[in-house]
C-alpha cells in the first residue's frame, strides 16, 4: 500500500519537527505549512491525500482553513489541536474536519489515525469502483458516482464524513447498525472520540435531511433494551 502524502500545518516549530521526525521515520512523504495561508497554498498546488491542521495557527483559525479546503476538495483532514472544549471539536468537525487529535498525543496515536485514513482511502476508492450508479428513496437520491446527494431535487451540502455516513445507511436500508459497526466503517476504529463525533455527524445529518416541510424520517435510531 503506498503512503500517502501528508501536508503538516502547525506554527509551533517543536511540534512541527517531532511530527516530521515521526513521518520521515515510517516512510511517509510530507508538506509543512506555518500558518493558514500556507496551509491553503500547498494544498492547492499540491493536493495532498491527507491534512494534519492545527487549529492556532498565526493568520487565520484552523476551522477557516477547513472550510476552505472543503470548497474544493474532500481530502482527509485530522485536527491536532490543544483546544479540548467540546465546541471546539463539533466545530471543526462541522466545519469539515474528519477526526481531531488532542495535544498532547502519542506518536503511536498519530499512526494509528494515519493507518486507519489510509485504509479508508483505500476503501473509498474501491468502493467508487464497485457501487451502484445511484440509489433512490423517496425524496432522497444519491449519486455515488458524481458523489452528491440530493433532496427534493435539490443538493445536499454535506460534509465528507456526513455524505459517508449517508451512503452506509444507504447500502444498509432495514437494517440496524451499531455504533460500533458504524466508527468501524467510517473511521477504522472504535475509540471513544469517534463513538462522539458519530453523534455530531449524525445530528446534522439528521438536519440535513429533515429539512422543509415534509420532514420524512430517513434514519431512525433504536434503542438497546437490556
Keep these: 500500500m503506498n503512503k500517502p502524502l501528508i501536508l503538516v500545518v502547525e506554527d509551533d516549530a517543536p511540534v512541527r519537527s517531532l511530527i516530521a521526525t515521526t513521518l520521515k521515520t515510517h516512510d511517509y512523504k510530507y508538506l509543512s505549512a506555518q500558518n493558514g495561508a500556507g496551509a491553503i497554498t500547498e494544498a492547492l498546488s499540491h493536493n495532498p491525500d491527507v491534512v494534519l491542521l492545527d487549529l492556532g495557527l498565526p493568520d487565520m483559525d484552523g476551522v477557516d482553513v477547513i472550510r476552505k479546503i472543503r470548497s474544493w476538495s474532500n481530502m482527509p483532514i485530522i485536527v491536532i489541536s490543544a483546544r479540548t472544549e467540546d465546541s471546539d471539536k463539533i466545530e471543526a468537525l462541522d466545519a ?39 440509489f433512490m428513496n423517496g425524496a432522497l437520491k444519491i449519486d455515488y458516482a458524481a458523489g452528491c446527494a440530493f433532496l427534493d431535487g435539490e443538493e445536499l451540502h454535506l460534509t465528507p464524513i456526513e455524505y459517508k455516513l449517508l451512503c452506509l445507511l444507504s447500502r444498509n436500508v432495514g437494517r440496524v447498525l451499531t455504533h460500533t459497526y458504524i466508527t468501524q466503517q467510517i473511521w477504522g476504529s472504535s475509540w471513544e472520540n469517534d463513538v462522539a463525533s458519530l453523534r455530531v455527524f449524525m445530528a446534522t445529518l439528521r438536519k440535513k435531511l429533515e429539512r422543509g416541510g415534509k420532514k420524512q424520517q430517513y434514519i431512525q435510531t433504536q434503542l438497546k433494551v437490556d
Design 96 to 134: 469539515g474536519a474528519d477526526d481531531y487529535l488532542t495535544k498532547p498525543f502519542s506518536v503511536e496515536e498519530l499512526l494509528a489515525r494515519l493507518r486507519v485514513t489510509q485504509r479508508r482511502l483505500a476503501l473509498m476508492k474501491t468502493d467508487f469502483a464497485q457501487e451502484s450508479p445511484v
